[in-house]
Each structure stands twice: as C-alpha cells, then as structure tokens.
C-alpha cells in the first residue's frame, strides 16, 4: 500500500483532535447554513482566523466539513419555512414548501439528509478518482462556453415550473436579469439604472433579494390571510421522534441506490461536472438537475417530486467536491469556498497545483479522506437539525412569523453589514408578494438576479473577443453542442406551451 | 418565575456583551471594510491584518466585504463612515483610478492615512505553447500583425489594463493591436488563456504563480525597476529596456476626520502588524510584496500616484478604448423587448381563456386583509430608518414586539419573547460569529 495513504490515513483518523474537529465544525456549519442570509462561503470566511492554529489536515478537514453541512442545513429553513438557507436550495423551494404544507415536511427533510451524503460521497470518490483528468476538461471551457452554460441553467428554471405558468416564469425570468442589470455593469464599467444614488453602484444583492422574494413575502402572505384570532401552530410540522426521521432516511437510502439508482448516478455526476467549473456552481447545479429529474414533466404527484429534490440535494452536494478539483490540480478556484482555501493552505505553505500531488501525496490523500468523513459525521448532526428544525416550527404562527421576520432583517443585514441591503430585502418582499400572488413563480427572479451578471459578461467577453460578429458565439466545438442543448430546452418549452394552448382552447 | 429566567439571561447576554468597557479607546469591535469579495487577494490580506491587528488593539477587529461597484461601495462606506476611529478601509489602487472616469466622488482626499502594506507589480504572461518567450517577440508580433491581440486580466479600465496600455504607449505600439476583453478578476482570465480565448495576460505574480509552477503559463516581464521577490527569474521591464512601472497597491485608511491620538495609535498598531516578523512570513507564503509605508510617506504616495493616474486615464485614446463594441444597454434592451412580447402573449392568451379564474381570484381579494402586511412592513421601514441611532439592539427589540403586539399576542408574553431572542440573536451574530450589526449611541 502507498506510504503516503497510510500516513494521511494515520493523520486523519488518528488524531482525536482532528475528529474533535470535525464534529464542531459539523455543529457550526448546520448552524450557519440553517441561518438564512449566512452561506456556506460566509461561514468558511468567518473561519478562516481560527485555521491560524490548526495544521492544513485539521483546518481542510474543518472547511469541507462545514461547507458540507451547510449546504444540507440551508434546506431545514426551505422546506420548513420556504426561506432558503443558501441560494443552493432556492431551486427547490417552492416544491418543498409545498410538499411541508402538505405535512411532508419530515420525508423530505429525510431524503435531502440522505441524498446530502450520497452525493458528498460519490462527489468525493469522483474527485479522487478522476481529479486530474477532469481538471482537463474544465480547462477546455473559455467564456463562451460559460454563456451557453448559464443560458442553460436559465432555461432549465422555466422548464422545471408547472403547466400553465411558463410564460409567467420567462417573464419572472426577465425581471430578475433586469434586476441584475442594476449597478455598476461589472463590463463597462459604467453605472445603469442607479438614477445617481452610490448606494445602487453595488446592485441589488441577491442574498437579501431571495431572502425577501422566498421569506418575508411568505410571512406577507400569512398575514394577509390571517383570520383574526387564529392562534394554531403551522401546519407543517408533525409530531416527530428519532426513530421517525431515521427509518424514513433509511428507506431514502434504500429508494435512492436501488429504484433511483441511475438518477443519482447522473446528478451526482453532472454535480462534480458543473462545480468543477470556475464560477457555476453548487447553485446552478441544483437547478440543472433539478430541472432534468423534473424533466418538463408536469405531474404534481408527491413522490415524483420529492425524487426530484433529492436528485438536486445530491447535486449540491456532488458539486462541492467538484469545486476542489480544479483546486487541487490548477490552484485555480472552482468556486468562492476553495479560493478561501488556496488562502488557506498558501498560509500554511501549501501551494496548490500541480506539484501538491508529488510533494505532498500524503495531504492531497489527506483531502479525499475528510471528504468521505464530512459526509459521514453529517448523518447524526443532521438527524439532530432535522429534529430541532421541526420543533422550532410548531411554535404558534403569531410568535413565529415576527420572529421570522427578525432573522429576515438581521440575515440580510449581516452579509455586507448594510441597511440598503435590508431595505432591498424589504422592496422584495413586496414584490414577492404581489408577484406569488398574481401566479408568478419566484425562483426564476432569483437564478435571474444570481446568472444575469455573469451570462452578460460572458455574452459580451464573448462578442468582443470575436469583433462583434454574433458567429463568434458557435466558434468552438464545445460551445456549439452546448448551443444544440439550449436550443433544444428551449424548443421543447415552446411545444410544452403550444400544447397546452390547444389544450386549453379545445377544452 | 416565567419571566425571571429571560431576565437573567439579558443581563447575563449584556455584561458578555457591552458592558466590559475601558475608559481608554478602543473600547468595542472595530470594523475593517474590505472593498472586494471573499476569498481574493485583498480579502486574504485584510483578514490577515485583522487578526493580527486584534491582538495589537485587544478587541475583536471584524471583516466586512463590502463588494460591488467594482470598488466604489467599499471605499464610499469607508470614506463616509462616522470618524469615531472604528471603521478602517483597506483601501485598493481603485481609490486612485475610480474619481477619475466619474464613477465615484470618493478621492483619496476624504480620508486620514494610516500606512501602506502593498505593493504589487503588473507583468506579462502568455501561454506556455505560445511562440513568444520575450517581449520583444511580442513586441515584433503587435508591429507586424494585422490581427489584433485578445488580452485581459481585470474589467476594461482596471488597473491591469492600464498597466497594458501603458505599455503599449511607451514602446509607440499602436493602441488598436490589442483587444482588451473585460473578465473580471486574475483568476478567471488566466483560465481563459488556457482555454485559448486569449492571447495575453496582464496581472500581478501572486495571482498567477500556481500556473507557473505548473508550467502552463510564462511570464514575459515584471513592470518595476526591482525583480520581484515572488519571482526572481524573472527579467523586469525596465531590464528589457522599456522605462514602465505600475503596479496595485494596499493600505489602511481612516476616513478623514478621526481624532489625533485615535490616529497615532492606529497608525502604530498598524505599522507593528505591518512590520512583523508573522505578517511577511504571511505575505511571502502568499507571493504579495510587502511594501510599507507610515502614514506621511503613504500620504504622499497616494497624492503622487493620484496625479500619475488622472494623466493616464484623461489621455484621449485612452477614453476612447474604454468604448468597447457593445453597449451597456444592449442585453437590457433586448430583455424589455423580450418581456414585452411575452407579457402581451400571456395577457392575451389569460384574458381570452381565464375568466372563471379570474373571478375567483377577485373573491379571494375581497378576504385578503393588507392591513396587518402593511404595517409589518412599516415597521421593519422603521427598523432601517432608526438602526444607525438607535442601536440594533434597541430598534430590533422594538421592532420584534410591535410586531408581536399587532398580532395580538399577550403583552407578557410578547415582552418575555424579545428579551429572550434579540440579546440570544446579538450575541450570535455580534460576539461569537463577529459580524457586526449596527452600533447605536449606547454602544449596542
């Protein structure tokens, strides 16, 4: 056996400090990732003075396993509250808060646990095994292929909402580019639609913006209907024990490796895929795949739907491993996280790239291995979260909502530490408001606001490299197959509206 | 009893809190704005500062990333936070380069130096695969070539592109040989180049060393008149015998306006950090030059780098290659045109199908009652407008019971439920995850 693996094997499993650790960070990103308003990044950057006193095995170990447990817990306030803890779940929020009102809040919050792990370790497994050839491939993708990238996360969200609603979600779609649009165009440089307010330069950030579109709109819309006097606790939440919660994660995992064995396959895979690319992410990977599970099918029947969220939950949680890979291999960043982590191990003299796997085998090993324990430890931490997260629910709506409303306004306040940012938390609940009302659905505004910024960059990095000659978008052979998927997305959600129109017209 | 035990836990919340205070300044958490997004090279370097500067100062000296704008955010909340002494910017060469194009009225004028930390040198980088192994190989490309070259390293306007520009304009290059595409960031244009969707690279050592080591890029020249430190090997411009040197800087500022003594002890306390033995172990790890500079020298610097850099960017072709080929308002345009269509598509097909809907949609209206929504609204308006005064634990407080109070929850019980969660809440995010909520009069 390599010597290397035994010692990184030695290293991490046995050092009591290293699993001590781990636990907390466990603890620490369940909690982080359960506030909305702090993501995954926040909680690593918040990190990063306590990985001073730690070797890079513990402070790695820490990173991944926060991040890990992040990425899960930002589903408790999803499903719970439909206020999504990180924008990895804010694809599936509608869906899962419709689900919880339904009172399966308890079996969905099971399957994500569940699908959390697997596609943590099956993303930790690609890593190791394919690392270094799929680094390649990430290396192959110029802006131009990040345009058709990002054109196609966006048309996967409006395919994904249900019949009828399509043109209202291209149209919720284009409010939230529009949106993007505002503030200083990270392009030209030059400010749109800031009408000579500073504050505006930055934009409307969209952490705040989906905290009010998916939180505060929903305790709008509770007060709205509120019969005065009605004291009952929210219907979301059952009576729950252990065993309950453990016994649906068990049948989960039985569902999800034996029923739907090929579709975790494929969004663990296409998770690693597009977290390995600089700047997609574990975000766009729920939507893509939340899209494909769904596939425009437009059935409501429960278990197809809680397949889906389980097929995204794997897919965000594959997409961390992912983004290591062109870490580990380029010491370029796949996401926000691991640039904090080249910050990281740069301070402990560890440089990333290429050399990392000859000079340090025993490290890169090192890595693998609290991957597959991150996802290991976060099983009973989550089982913990659920529990909690169900019981904070049955708190009477009236003490509830306001309570709400308060982690709302100190969310979206903590992120940049400004007021504006709670005031366009604000804006947007209204918005949201009106906008569920009239049957507008909400995510499309959201991934609108996240992708709009970079599709356009892409766009015109793309249009400027080629002189302005819109060929220069299908220049390149990856970039024309991806044009054929967009393409084809998109037709089939213009036959999905046609038929519906005959449909409706014959009936 | 119900009511005695939250009591406790305020006070207990509040002496862990605020009360600790020492006459002598500082006394509470003092908030280092950091212009650009975590996890980047001047995030790194601010978060490093803050650790270090914690322990200088004794109390916690907390990160924010206020991003956007390209850097006008950060160093508008630097330049117009209140001169108590606890707002520091680490402030970026943007300070010097944003007032010029109009972007920002922030100059470096509005605020009180405390002491530069770093400098860091542009330099060219190609691809390993491509023919050019010197600068005058590149250069002899740019004369002869009809076809211009793709190159990036920051958004058009950056600094890494002003490095290229002046450049080309020492060496009498024609501007128009090279097409700047605007990438935001080092990182993703040298991935970019990999990819083969440019030709050049313009951006600091630091930010490229990983693909050097890795052998996938080379570096042609560094613009300073010393090597770098980060790479020795690698020839200068002005050894290549082109008389260009620019590069990024960082520094600590106050805004304008902080009291004497608050600013001679910050300036010493930064100067300790800066010049600590664990600062440049830091720094040399991360390949970022150190390059320090008290308070006085820095502020001639910035006045100096201030005047070289409005006459680069107020030379006319320099504003005309700012124009790029594709307007700002052209995806926006496209957008309204799109949702135009789409809107009268859609209200055409639900007005002509959607009737009965409609009805019953007008007889849920009629139960829906906006009082209750207008007014949470109001006071969360209200919470925005006092926080900066009042303090967040105050506005919060009054905020979380009038709430409660208009859904009619008994007042003893509405009482007890603040003084439980907002001191829980403050304590969470203030003290043990050290994001800064807002500071009113009395200190929380």
Redesign the interface.
């Known amino acids: 056996m390599d010597p290397a693996l035994l010692q990184a094997a030695g290293d991490v499993f046995g050092r009591a400090d290293v699993w001590l650790i781990i636990v907390a960070a466990a603890f620490y990103g369940i909690f982080?990732g359960a506030i909305p308003g702090?993501t995954a990044?926040?909680a690593?950057?918040?990190f990063?003075?306590v990985a001073?006193w730690l070797d890079p095995v513990a402070a790695i170990g820490a990173i991944v396993t926060m991040v890990a447990c992040a990425i899960f817990a930002g589903d408790i306030p999803t499903v719970l509250l439909r206020i999504p803890g990180t924008p990895a779940s804010a694809a599936y929020a509608d869906e899962a808060y419709r689900l919880s009102e339904k009172g399966l809040a308890q079996q969905v919050l099971s399957v994500s646990l569940t699908c959390s792990v697997i596609g943590g370790i099956i993303g930790a497994i690609l890593l190791m095994v394919l690392g270094s050839q799929l680094a390649a491939v990430a290396?192959?993708?110029?802006?131009?292929?990040y345009f058709w990238l990002y054109l196609i996360g966006l048309s996967c969200c409006v395919l994904v909402v249900p019949a009828g609603a399509r043109?209202?979600a291209?149209?919720s779609l284009?409010?939230g580019?529009?949106l993007s649009?505002v503030?200083?165009?990270?392009?030209?440089?030059?400010?749109?639609?800031t009408f000579h307010s500073?504050a505006l330069?930055?934009?409307i950030?969209f952490i705040p913006a989906m905290i009010g579109l998916f939180g505060?709109s929903e305790?709008?819309a509770n007060?709205?209907?509120?019969k005065?006097?009605d004291s009952g606790a929210c219907a979301v939440a059952p009576a729950v024990s252990f065993g309950t919660i453990i016994g649906a994660s068990r049948s989960a995992l039985v569902t999800r490796l034996v029923k739907r064995r090929s579709g975790t396959v494929r969004s663990s895979l296409m998770g690693v895929l597009i977290g390995m690319l600089?700047?997609a992410g574990a975000d766009i990977a729920s939507w893509v795949t939340f899209a494909a599970a769904k596939r425009g099918r437009d059935s409501k029947a429960d278990r197809e739907s809680i397949d889906a969220i389980g097929d995204a939950t794997t897919a965000n949680s594959a997409a961390l491993a992912g983004g290591w890979i062109?870490t580990l291999v380029?010491?370029?960043?796949g996401d926000?996280?691991t640039?904090?982590v080249?910050?990281v191990l740069?301070?402990?003299?560890v440089?990333?790239?290429?050399?990392i796997f000859e000079s340090q085998p025993s490290l890169v090993y090192g890595i693998y291995l609290v991957f597959l324990i991150a996802n290991l430890v976060m099983l009973p931490v989550g089982f913990l979260a659920i529990r909690l997260g169900l019981r904070l629910v049955r708190i009477p709506?009236?003490?509830l909502?306001?309570?709400i409303?308060?982690?709302c306004?100190?969310g979206s306040?903590?992120l940049?530490?400004?007021?504006f940012d709670?005031?366009i938390m604000?804006a947007m609940?209204?918005v949201g408001?009106v906008l569920n009302r009239r049957g507008f659905p909400l995510g499309p505004v959201v991934l609108g606001l996240v992708l709009g910024g970079p599709l356009?960059?892409r766009?015109?990095?793309s249009?400027?490299?080629s002189?302005?000659n819109p060929l220069g978008l299908l220049n390149r052979p990856i970039a024309v197959v991806l044009a054929i998927v967009t393409a084809f997305i998109i037709a089939s959600i213009l036959r999905r509206s046609i038929q519906e129109?005959r449909r409706?017209?014959s009936a | 009893m119900k009511f005695i035990c939250p009591i406790v836990w305020l006070v207990a919340c509040l002496a862990a809190v605020g009360c600790n205070r020492r006459e002598e300044w500082p006394f509470r958490p003092v908030t280092l704005i950091c212009p650009w997004s975590a996890g980047g090279g001047t995030d790194r370097v601010s978060r490093q500062v803050a650790v270090q500067l914690e322990s200088e100062l004794g109390v916690p000296v907390n990160v924010v990333n206020a991003t956007g704008g390209g850097g006008v955010t950060g160093h508008t909340r630097g330049a117009t936070a209140s001169a108590d002494g606890y707002t520091v910017t680490m402030a970026t060469v943007e300070l010097n380069m944003l007032h010029w194009r109009s972007l920002c009225p922030i100059t470096p004028d509005r605020f009180e130096p405390l002491a530069m930390i770093n400098q860091d040198s542009a330099a060219i980088f190609v691809s390993a695969d491509s023919p050019w192994h010197s600068l005058r190989d590149l250069d002899a490309k740019l004369r002869q070539s009809t076809e211009s070259l793709r190159a990036s390293g920051t958004a058009a306007g950056g600094i890494w592109h002003l490095a290229l520009l002046g450049w080309l304009d020492r060496s009498d290059l024609p501007s128009e040989s090279v097409t700047w595409v605007s990438i935001n960031g080092a990182a993703p244009s040298l991935q970019e180049m990999m990819a083969g969707g440019l030709e050049i690279v313009c951006c600091s050592i630091p930010e490229a060393r990983g693909l050097i080591d890795a052998g996938e890029i080379r570096c042609l020249g560094v613009m300073s008149r010393e090597r770098s430190p980060a790479a020795p090997e690698v020839a200068t411009f002005a050894e290549q015998g082109i008389d260009w040197s620019i590069g990024a800087w960082r520094g600590l500022l106050f805004p304008k306006g902080v009291p004497e003594d608050r600013v001679t002890k910050m300036r010493e306390a930064v100067l300790n950090v800066a010049n600590s033995n664990e600062f440049r172990q830091f720094m040399a790890a991360s390949g970022f030059q150190v390059a320090v500079a008290d308070g006085d020298q820095f502020e001639a610097f910035l006045t100096q780098t201030d005047a070289d850099f409005g006459e680069i960017l107020n030379q006319p072709h320099m504003k005309q290659t700012q124009s790029s080929a594709i307007g700002p308002y052209f995806l926006p345009s496209i957008l309204a045109a799109l949702g135009i269509v789409i809107g009268a598509f859609g209200w055409g097909v639900s007005r002509s199908t959607l009737n009965e809907e409609a009805n019953t949609a007008a007889a849920e209206n009629l139960a829906i009652d906006y009082h209750a929504l207008l007014r949470f609204a109001a006071a969360v308006g209200l919470f925005i407008v006092l926080c900066e005064s009042l303090g967040y634990v105050i506005s919060a407080g009054a905020m979380l019971l009038a709430m409660l109070l208009m859904l009619r929850v008994g007042w003893r019980l509405a009482v007890a439920v603040t003084v439980v969660t907002i001191p829980s809440l403050y304590h969470v995010f203030a003290v043990v995850l050290g994001v800064p909520l807002p500071w009113g009069w009395l200190g929380w």
Do not use: D
Not at chain 1, 139 to 145: A, D, G, L, R
Not at chain 1, 183 to 193: D, I
Not at chain 1, 330 to 333: D, N, Y
Not at chain 1, 351 to 355: H, K, L, V
């Open positions: 982080v702090l990044t926040m690593v950057a918040l990063v003075p001073y290396s192959w993708f110029s802006v131009t292929e043109w209202k291209m149209l284009i409010l580019i529009l649009t503030g200083l165009s990270a392009v030209h440089l030059e400010p749109r639609f500073v330069y930055q934009g950030s505060l305790v709008f007060l709205s209907q509120a005065r006097g600089p700047g062109p380029f010491g370029i960043p926000s996280i640039a904090i080249i910050g740069l301070m402990k003299n440089t990333p790239g290429p050399a709506k009236q003490i909502l306001p309570i409303v308060l982690f306004v100190t306040y903590a940049n530490a400004s007021l709670v005031g604000l609940g209204l408001f356009e960059e766009l015109i990095q249009l400027t490299a002189g302005g129109l409706r017209e």
